[in-house]
């Protein structure tokens, strides 16, 4: 049988990096907001069987704009992101795997969720943290704002975790870590982790970059099947 986890979206935070009054999932990029492409990313998965989102009532927009797409909303007490993910998790009953997701990863995409629990599958451990070169993060022009060592060496933490539900529910505080695999990619899809404006800059730039590639590649092959 295969697994198929829950998606939790955590959506609560405050984003003051990014100025007052403003609610960072609802920021947009290419004119799709990060909380709507990071749905639309878990929806994708073909191992996710459902998605939630957990905003406070700092989110008021955040909360519309996922109920929108068909979400599933969970208000927390905002008391801080390990207490919010208990808090959600226990409120849902989620007591298999739980794939947690940061609303920062605007370029996110099913396939690479399904990679991720994939490894989850094949590790056997109670949890994953997704971690990315830190880098693979600078050649991109993005500055991780948080870190994880890791055989001696410093990553920058995706916002990409599974972890058992079914702990967390029993009373297992996230302060006490769940036995768990690394998983280290530089794919796009985990290290475009937007914390500011300069950090949403360079992922405007890497996909104009892209869409380049791509009219290039399609201009050659044209010229090629013509002449």
């Known amino acids: ?112 969720l399904d990679k991720a629990i994939s490894r989850y599958e094949e590790i056997g451990k109670s949890a994953l943290v997704v971690l990315v070169p830190v880098e693979a993060c600078y050649k991109y022009g993005i500055n991780p704002t948080s870190f994880y060592e890791h055989k001696g060496k410093e990553y920058a933490v995706s916002g990409i975790n599974i972890i058992d539900g079914q702990q967390i529910i029993k009373g297992q505080p996230l302060t006490e870590e769940q036995p768990q695999e690394t998983f280290i990619s530089t794919r796009p899809e985990a290290l475009f982790n937007i914390n500011t404006s300069s950090d949403l800059k360079a992922a405007k730039r890497y996909l104009q970059s892209k869409k380049r590639t791509r009219s290039q590649k399609l201009r050659a092959h044209r010229r090629e099947t013509t002449s």
Do not use: C
């Not at 799709?32 to 990071?38: A, C, D, G, H, L």
């Not at 996710?48 to 008021?60: C, D, G, I, L, R």
């Not at 996922?66 to 979400?71: N, P, V």
């Not at 007591?95 to 990863?105: A, C, E, H, K």
């Open 1 to 112: 049988m295969k697994l198929r986890v829950a998606a939790l979206i955590m959506a609560g935070g405050k984003s003051q990096r990014f100025g007052k009054n403003v609610e960072k999932p609802t920021v947009k990029l290419n004119g799709k907001s990060f909380i709507q492409r990071v749905i639309e990313a878990a929806k994708e998965s073909k191992k996710v069987s459902e998605v939630y989102v957990a905003v406070t009532k700092f989110n008021p927009k955040t909360a519309d704009a996922a109920e929108k797409i068909s979400a599933k909303v969970i208000t927390t007490e905002g008391k801080g992101y390990h207490s919010d993910l208990q808090q959600a998790i226990k409120e849902a009953k989620l007591n298999g795997p739980v794939l947690v997701i940061s609303s920062d990863l605007p370029l996110l995409s099913g396939k690479f």
